[in-house]
């Protein structure tokens, strides 16, 4: 179905469900009323078919004790094949309460106390924040940006690992917040270097589904034909593919034995719980049925990314980063905006709820982060809103 009919079909008022994005405004922002461009989920319902799979298993009645059945495996190798050419073994597979929680307990189950773990920002904010928590030393690399565009120097990123005897390196693929999807020449050698210098790569890949314009995920597993899976473990999940994030069930790959042995050793001495019945059965049924609906909603989320870069062509020095890959937009308002009016700008005139580039990294003030899983009106009227301003200031 096309943009206009799918909005019809899906999109829902989420003010006064207690929703984190929408009712917690008052609490993050200081007012109730700005337009929620920041956490990362959609206004969208879920495909009919996880809605009629959970409501079949509400309606069983019996919330118990439960196991992940063989067909919830097989659904997540099925996916990954089909969509990335990642050729799972059911083996390889644990499955945990969602990819932050999975970081955290990496953090700690693959280094000791005072480790390095190297990031490469700007990041999402949870690997900073998984890693200072532990009490490891976080060593970050600030990608190379220019007008918009990240690239990475890779000599730079291996003296970083050097200098800092760094262990430990998680990877954002496809990058939150910049957009990219790496290449795999890019993947190669960001392996290679941490294979070189013993560092386990923890490769995030939440938003490997959200890829575009002719750009392909490519699983870090995948590269060099596996060549650096003894060194590798993957994370993904269905939350931001499908919008099912407190379904609280994702992904973790892990093919090297050894690292699976550690895995298992740690998990059952820190997490003696059980499966979460209602996202087995969420994240089953999507990667079974909710095929078309994937389709489609990649199509709202580009067709949102171009009618905000649209909307504010006439700013050439406001840089907005190409869209690759998930449904995160980077915008540098620098050229416009003073640092310290960031705040004020967005959101006293602007009237938006946005995440802030520093908390992507300290290098990254001056950038806002917009949400492009949400209805075009939105988008359109988060648009009006900062072009409006702009134009005020460049008067």
């Not at 820190?270 to 049925?289: C, D, K």
């Amino acid at each position: 179905m096309n943009v206009k009919e799918f909005c019809d079909n899906y999109y829902v008022e989420r003010t006064g469900t207690d929703s984190l994005k929408w009712d917690a405004l008052d609490t993050r922002y200081g007012n109730p009323d700005l337009i929620s461009m920041w956490v990362a989920d959609m206004e969208f319902k879920t495909p009919e078919c996880v809605r009629n799979a959970l409501e079949k298993r509400v309606k069983h009645g019996v919330y118990g004790y439960s196991f992940i059945p063989d067909s919830y495996y097989q659904a997540v190798i099925n996916w990954e094949e089909k969509h990335h050419g990642y050729h799972l073994d059911k083996d390889w597979i644990r499955v945990t309460p969602g990819v932050v929680s999975a970081l955290y307990w990496m953090v700690n189950m693959y280094t000791q106390k005072d480790d390095s773990v190297i990031i490469m920002t700007p990041v999402y904010y949870p690997f900073h924040n998984c890693v200072t928590d532990n009490n490891r030393t976080l060593v970050t690399y600030d990608m190379e940006y220019d007008k918009g565009i990240f690239t990475i120097d890779f000599d730079a990123f291996e003296k970083k690992i050097i200098d800092n005897n760094v262990k430990m390196y998680i990877m954002c693929s496809p990058h939150n917040p910049a957009g990219r999807v790496w290449k795999e020449e890019e993947l190669e050698k960001m392996l290679e270097i941490c294979q070189r210098h013993n560092v386990l790569v923890i490769s995030d890949e939440i938003h490997q589904d959200l890829v575009f314009e002719g750009h392909k995920h490519i699983p870090a597993a995948t590269v060099a034909n596996g060549k650096y899976t003894n060194n590798l473990i993957t994370a993904f999940a269905s939350s931001k593919t499908f919008n099912l994030a407190t379904c609280l069930t994702s992904t973790i790959v892990i093919e090297n034995e050894e690292l699976r042995n550690t895995w298992d050793e740690f998990t059952k001495i820190y997490n003696q719980v059980e499966v979460n019945l209602f996202g087995i059965t969420a994240v089953e049924a999507a990667l079974e049925g909710g095929e078309e609906w994937y389709n489609d909603i990649k199509k709202v989320i580009y067709s949102n990314y171009q009618l905000l870069v649209e909307g504010l062509k006439e700013f050439p020095k406001v840089y907005i980063s190409p869209l690759e890959g998930t449904y995160l937009v980077f915008i540098d308002l620098r050229n416009h905006v003073s640092l310290d009016q960031i705040k004020e700008f967005t959101q006293n005139h602007c009237n938006l709820a946005v995440d802030y580039g520093e908390w992507f990294g300290a290098s990254w003030k001056g950038f806002i982060r917009l949400n492009m899983g949400t209805h075009p009106n939105i988008v359109k009227k988060a648009m009006e809103n900062i072009k409006e301003n702009l134009l005020k200031i460049t008067k």
